[in-house]
């Protein structure tokens, strides 16, 4: 306390103590898709993501997307279902296929530079052909190719969750139904086998509420803002499912029997009820192991989270000296979040100490790492499940109908 009955210098020391993690960013998009100005490609998006219908409009109008590109009716559908801030990653539209796949590859590698996108999407990539000044063809090996580049890198940043599309079939409902198993199925088991758990694919397209002259678009974008109202309003450990999608229909309009050919392969749908309320109805990640502990998207995007959170707290006690004392804030800052998401329904367990663990001490640690100027901490985390499957068995006897739910 300041000393202010003798003259003289009176000096007050103020620790700077580094204070609460606060969550990370879950809901920031970035968006690959192809444009046609070659010299607005460096600078498109700037540092600072475009936060309205209004900026991206006027960065549509730099960059001029090639007629037929999606940009523009996919980022509508993301601002209207929810979303508030995009990168754009521009793809210089090119006439062949190598010169794509470099430009794809290229804007793929920019992703590092924006260190807060935590959700990914590239839905020109679902068109048959590609529009540039002609239209290119593209197949499965194209698509299969970027998709593994870009889900690898959600892998690598550790922090970043892709949303694919189904590519466009022609055909019956039925036989599309059946080629997006099989594309599916194929993709998980060869481009997505190592990191499918760091991506999710939604089915069928959706008719932008504007912006798209009545053309069918893939989901992926609209999808995303329906990620960013969840994240908001109830928070990132929550199936973004059985939520409302804002679109003016869709096509093909699944049945109940696509549904169950669809779901275990790992397809999200979007479902019309009645009413034509249109839902998101699913909350899986393309992981190739059905018995992964990453099955559900939301649980992958909790720990993407729960990465970002972390890494941020923590950056402001680097160079702390390596010792007990700072071993304790450690663990007390991580054990205030952990609890946090414990109270907020996000870890399972009846109390803290089932629901999570923080270890940051000479167990953690060994004398290598206390030599080489490293600080370990180990944290766990037991995380809910979103309930896919309700049961209910009804049955009848002479005491009266009883009810049990499973």
Same mark, same amino acid.
Not at 4 to 22: E, F, K, Q, Y
Not at 77 to 91: C, Y
């Given at each position: 306390?300041?000393?202010?009955?003798?003259?003289?210098?009176?000096?007050?020391?103020?620790?700077?103590?580094?204070?609460?993690?606060?969550p990370?960013?879950?809901?920031?998009?970035?968006? /690959?898709?192809?444009?046609?100005?070659?010299?607005?490609?460096?600078?498109?998006?700037?540092?600072?993501?475009? $936060?309205?219908?209004?900026e991206?409009?006027?960065?549509?109008?730099?960059?001029?997307?090639?007629?037929?590109?999606?940009?523009?009716p996919?980022l509508?559908?993301?601002?209207?279902?929810?979303?508030?801030?995009?990168?754009?990653?521009?793809?210089?539209? $090119?006439?062949?296929?190598?010169?794509l796949?470099?430009?794809?590859?290229?804007a793929?590698?920019?992703?590092?530079?924006?260190?807060?996108?935590?959700?990914?999407?590239?839905?020109?990539?679902?068109?048959?052909d590609?529009?540039?000044?002609?239209?290119v063809? /593209?197949?499965?090996?194209?698509?299969?190719?970027?998709?593994? $580049?870009?889900?690898?890198?959600?892998?690598?940043?550790?922090?970043?969750?892709?949303?694919?599309d189904?590519?466009?079939?022609?055909?019956?409902?039925?036989?599309?139904?059946?080629?997006?198993?099989?594309?599916?199925?194929?993709?998980?088991?060869?481009?997505? $086998?190592?990191?499918?758990?760091?991506?999710?694919?939604?089915?069928?397209?959706?008719?932008?509420?504007?912006?798209?002259?009545?053309?069918?678009?893939?989901?992926s974008?609209?999808?995303?803002?329906?990620?960013?109202?969840?994240?908001?309003?109830?928070?990132?450990?929550?199936?973004?499912?059985?939520?409302?999608?804002?679109?003016k229909?869709?096509?093909?309009?699944?049945?109940?029997?696509?549904?169950?050919?669809?779901?275990?392969?790992?397809?999200?749908? /979007?479902?019309?009820?009645?009413?034509?309320?249109?839902?998101?109805?699913?909350?899986?990640?393309?992981?190739?192991?059905?018995?992964?502990?990453?099955?559900? /998207?939301?649980?992958?995007?909790?720990?993407?989270?729960?990465?970002?959170?972390?890494?941020?707290?923590?950056e402001?006690?680097?160079?702390?000296?390596?010792?007990?004392?700072?071993?304790?804030?450690?663990?007390?800052?991580?054990?205030?979040?952990?609890?946090?998401?414990?109270?907020?329904?996000?870890?399972a367990?009846?109390?803290?100490?089932?629901?999570?663990?923080?270890?940051?001490?000479? &167990?953690?640690?060994?004398?290598?790492?206390?030599?080489?100027?490293?600080?370990?901490?180990?944290?766990?985390?037991?995380?809910?499940?979103?309930?896919e499957?309700?049961?209910?068995?009804?049955?009848? &006897?002479?005491?009266?109908?009883?009810?049990?739910?499973?």
């Amino acid at each position: 306390m300041t000393n202010t009955t003798m003259p003289g210098v009176s000096v007050t020391v103020i620790p700077d103590a580094p204070g609460p993690l606060r969550p990370a960013s879950s809901s920031v998009l970035g968006i /690959i898709g192809l444009v046609t100005k070659a010299s607005s490609v460096p600078s498109a998006g700037g540092r600072a993501p475009l $936060k309205s219908w209004t900026e991206v409009k006027n960065k549509l109008a730099e960059l001029v997307p090639p007629s037929g590109g999606l940009l523009r009716p996919c980022l509508y559908g993301f601002f209207d279902n929810g979303g508030q801030a995009v990168h754009i990653l521009p793809v210089l539209a $090119k006439p062949d296929l190598q010169g794509l796949q470099t430009e794809f590859e290229a804007a793929i590698g920019k992703l590092r530079t924006y260190p807060d996108v935590t959700i990914v999407a590239c839905p020109d990539l679902a068109m048959p052909d590609l529009k540039t000044d002609v239209q290119v063809e /593209i197949d499965e090996g194209f698509r299969s190719g970027v998709y593994k $580049k870009l889900v690898d890198e959600c892998a690598r940043r550790q922090n970043c969750f892709a949303i694919l599309d189904v590519a466009s079939d022609k055909g019956s409902p039925d036989k599309t139904v059946a080629g997006v198993v099989e594309r599916v199925r194929k993709l998980k088991a060869d481009a997505l $086998k190592e990191n499918g758990s760091y991506a999710a694919m939604y089915y069928p397209w959706v008719r932008p509420a504007a912006e798209s002259e009545g053309e069918l678009v893939p989901p992926s974008c609209h999808v995303a803002g329906v990620y960013a109202r969840v994240d908001r309003e109830l928070g990132v450990h929550r199936a973004p499912a059985n939520q409302r999608l804002k679109a003016k229909g869709m096509s093909p309009v699944l049945t109940p029997p696509d549904i169950e050919l669809l779901n275990p392969a790992g397809v999200n749908c /979007i479902r019309t009820f009645e009413g034509g309320v249109d839902k998101v109805w699913g909350c899986r990640t393309l992981d190739s192991n059905s018995n992964s502990p990453w099955l559900y /998207i939301n649980v992958r995007r909790l720990f993407c989270n729960a990465v970002d959170t972390i890494r941020l707290g923590l950056e402001p006690r680097v160079f702390e000296p390596n010792h007990p004392n700072l071993w304790a804030a450690i663990r007390r800052d991580l054990t205030v979040y952990l609890t946090d998401l414990w109270r907020a329904g996000a870890l399972a367990g009846a109390t803290p100490e089932q629901a999570f663990l923080v270890r940051c001490d000479e &167990s953690s640690m060994t004398p290598q790492d206390l030599a080489d100027g490293r600080c370990v901490v180990h944290v766990g985390m037991a995380p809910t499940r979103p309930a896919e499957f309700i049961e209910v068995r009804i049955s009848q &006897s002479t005491s009266g109908t009883q009810v049990t739910i499973n």
